[in-house]
């Protein structure tokens, strides 16, 4: 059974930076991509970034040049750097991983940007 976890988020202010990880366990060959997406209260999930195993990026205009994705395909793991955090910014981050066509969800965590 393939899981992700996430880790990192938290409390912070506004202009401050958090750190978000994601390790996936269980049995994967290939991850084609990796990424991370977010849901505020009342909203849609969204994109936020994603990283394919080729190294290509992808951004949400609104986290473009704040926010970077960065992957390690051969630990089957995804980080997402967040700089210059704002109080739009605050949502559940999900990460998600596709392999070949399947794709799997982690549970979320918290990323709070209040003063």
């Known amino acids: 059974q393939v899981q992700l976890v996430e880790s990192g988020g938290g409390l912070v202010q506004p202009g401050g930076s958090l750190r978000l990880s994601c390790a996936t366990s269980g049995s994967i060959f290939a991850i084609n991509d990796m990424a991370w997406y977010r849901q505020a209260p009342g909203k849609e999930r969204e994109l936020v970034a994603i990283v394919s195993r080729s190294g290509s990026t992808n951004y949400a205009d609104a986290v473009k040049g704040r926010f970077t994705i960065s992957g390690n395909f051969a630990r089957n793991s995804v980080y997402l750097q967040m700089n210059s955090l704002r109080p739009e910014d605050t949502a559940v981050y999900y990460c998600?991983?596709?392999?070949?066509?399947?794709?799997?969800w982690g549970q979320g965590t918290q990323v709070t940007v209040s003063s």
């Open positions: 998600k991983a596709t392999v070949f066509g399947n794709v799997f």
